[in-house]
C-alpha cells in the first residue's frame, strides 16, 4: 500500500508564489512540505485511522465554518461575494485544523512509541 498522504505536500509549491508574485500570505503555504515525509511512513492501520479521524475533523469544521461564515458576512452586508468569502473562510480553516490535528496525532505516536 502506498501512502499517498505525502500528496498534500504539494501544496506549499504555492509558496512559491507569494515568493515571485509579491503575495507574502503565500508564504504560508510552506508549511505544507511537512507532509512529504508521510510518503515515507508505514501507514498501518493506526495511522490510517488516525488520518481519518483528522480528515473527519477537517471536513465538519469546514462546513460548520463555511456555513457560519457565509451566514454572517451575508446577513450583516461585509462582503460583496459572502459565499465566495465564507467558502474560502472554511477552506483556510479546514487546511489549519487538518495540519494541527495531524501534528498532534503525530506527537501523541511518538510519545507512546517513547513510552513502550
Known amino acids: ?7 498534500v505536500g504539494f501544496l506549499s509549491l504555492l509558496g512559491v508564489w507569494g ?3 509579491d503575495e507574502p500570505l503565500f ?6 512540505a511537512l507532509f512529504f515525509e508521510y ?3 508505514n501507514p ?4 490510517v485511522e488516525s488520518m481519518r479521524k483528522c480528515a473527519t475533523l477537517a471536513f465538519a469544521s469546514n462546513l460548520l465554518i463555511t456555513t457560519t461564515a457565509t451566514l454572517i458576512l ?10 465566495a468569502a465564507g467558502t474560502a ?5 479546514s ?3 487538518f495540519a494541527f490535528s495531524t501534528f498532534v496525532m503525530e506527537i501523541r505516536e511518538r510519545l507512546n512509541a517513547q513510552n513502550d
Not at 500500500?1 to 500528496?7: A, D, E, H, R, S
Not at 451575508?74 to 459565499?83: A, E, T, V
Not at 473562510?89 to 480553516?93: D, I, K, L, Q
Request: charged content about 5%; some cysteine; overall charge negative.
Open 39 to 41: 510518503f515515507w511512513v
Open 44 to 47: 498501518d492501520e493506526m495511522f
Open 95 to 97: 487546511i489549519a485544523v
Open 89 to 93: 473562510t472554511g477552506f483556510g480553516v
Open 74 to 83: 451575508s446577513h450583516f452586508n461585509l462582503s460583496s461575494n459572502p459565499l
Open 19 to 21: 515568493i515571485l508574485g
Open 27 to 32: 508564504l504560508c503555504f510552506f508549511a505544507f
Open 1 to 7: 500500500m502506498k501512502n499517498w498522504y505525502g500528496c
